[in-house]
């Protein structure tokens, strides 16, 4: 039974990010930086609460979803290429979660979190998920300058974080509010 849970939590992860993905690209158009790099990448919020809320479940469903996105919009880089950049996508944020345990002092089953936690964690993982993405892409010679692509892409998903967890902020006030606050919404 367990089994069949995690598979379905893995399943979910993969269609949510892989769903974003698309979202993202429908809204903001094609990468304007550099080779996957975004001006605001809204899927990198999506990450971070996946791995925070599902854990490896979750960074399974992310790695595998990124698999399919990026063989679909890259075919000519091949299948290890969209293997290693999909699990660069899942691992990244599970790692910033145990780098945030062990410096950050974040609670690991993640009951107590204050939004100065939050802002630093989401710094860190939007740094560090850009680092690996961008030494990934610059020794495949997809990234002409390192430093600039690096920089960008940090800024890029940690708008997108930000935005992810300003609107599931929003969302949950709204749920918590009283039924006639609502209505005056």
Not at 125 to 146: I, R, V
Not at 155 to 182: C, E, H, I, Y
Request: with cysteine.
């Amino acid at each position: 039974m367990r089994f069949i849970k995690q598979s379905f939590i893995v399943g979910v992860s993969a269609g949510i990010y892989y769903l974003s993905l698309l979202l993202n690209e429908w809204v903001l158009g094609e990468p304007a930086f550099s080779f996957d790099v975004h001006w605001v990448f809204f899927p990198s919020g999506i990450r971070f609460v996946l791995v925070l809320l599902a854990l490896e479940s979750g960074a399974l469903g992310i790695a595998l979803g990124g698999f399919f996105w990026i063989y679909q919009d890259h075919p000519e880089l091949g299948v290890q290429f969209a293997l290693l950049t999909g699990c660069l996508a899942g691992l990244s944020p599970l790692l910033a979660r145990q780098l945030s345990i062990i410096f950050l002092g974040l609670d690991r089953e993640f009951k107590e979190v204050s939004p100065k936690t939050l802002l630093k964690i989401s710094l860190l993982f939007a740094t560090l998920s850009a680092l690996l993405h961008q030494l990934w892409f610059y020794t495949q010679g997809l990234t002409d300058n390192l430093a600039l692509s690096f920089g960008a892409m940090s800024l890029s998903n940690w708008a997108g974080t930000l935005l992810v967890l300003l609107t599931f902020k929003f969302m949950v006030q709204r749920s918590a509010s009283p039924a006639r606050d609502r209505q005056n919404f």
